[in-house]
């Protein structure tokens, strides 16, 4: 590296000096809106304001944006042709007069079905959120070849209040963002899911999310990212519950170093290959001959005519008459001379003492 530094040190220098960093001075406050989500501003999504258990069934059948045919009628949207709906319940009040109290009051009455049709199943108008989303360009995120090398896929989705996700099932990072920072969070998740199965270990979960965020920071910082320390920080400070937070963030190093090692491996494994590779292929170019694959020369011994009944040139021997081979395609063969006079050119190539016609 520059300054003849030694990417050992460098990487070195980088993580104490974020650790120096989120272990100094008092916790600072994690603001949750810092991060444009996709589904911020003017969206209103009317699942979020369901009971947990309609947002579960949304959640089975693989959406996190469902409404009814006239809320998708309002914002221009509508069901696809074959689409079809699922169903969640609404509970159904009705109005008593307390007799006590001689007060209305609301009581449940029973339950109903609502049909609502997904996201997924519409068309129509853009919206906002969608929008947002085509901002996304998974292509430019930092170590996107890791995370296609380990086989995972980077969608933009709606996370909830959530920036990102990994699902270690799917093999599938959400991103509910542009945010890069937040992307290298995920991938830390996807890379420490990677080591805990190879060394088969569990880790609490909030301390999973304190090694992910470190590692976010140290591998932006690393690989020229823009960096909120003081997000990193205060989410470090959240996860850390009755935890010491300099105890926890030293503790993480060691998963930051092993994420780090598992990265550059992939990296180093990548190269390896496409380097065998281009040996591969400049070997094989190597042992070829220098010469066109093919005749440059006309066939001497041959010519061609076209044969009107077939509608396709035909072959022949000059120097038996014989006809030799008939093309496919219709087209001349390619260096072979085209008879003029087919009937002179074979009485030239006969020999002067053929016996008489019988």
Sequence with gaps: MQNGISRTLAVKNILDGLVREIISGGAVRY????????????TVIPLRSWSMCNQMIAFFYGTRDARTFNS?????RFPKKGSHAFQIVAPLFKTEKDEASNEEKQVLSGFRLINEFRVEDTEGEELPYQTRMKKLKVEDLPLIDVASKLGIKVQPDLCGSAEGSFSPYERLIRMNCTDKQVFLHELSHAVIAEIKKREKVKLDYGFEEICAELSSAFLGSLYGVDVDLQQTKA?????AGKGHVAWKVIEAVEWVEKVYQFIENVKKNNSQKEEKAMRKTTKVAAKQPNVLPFKTEDFKDRTQIYNPRIKKWVKRDSKTGLFTSVKGDGKPFNRVKIEDNPFLEVAKALPEDLPPAA
């Design 235 to 239: 989410y470090i400070h959240g996860w």
């Design 72 to 76: 998708w009628k309002e914002v221009g």
């Design 31 to 42: 603001v949750t809106d810092k991060v444009q989500r996709f589904d911020n501003g003017d």
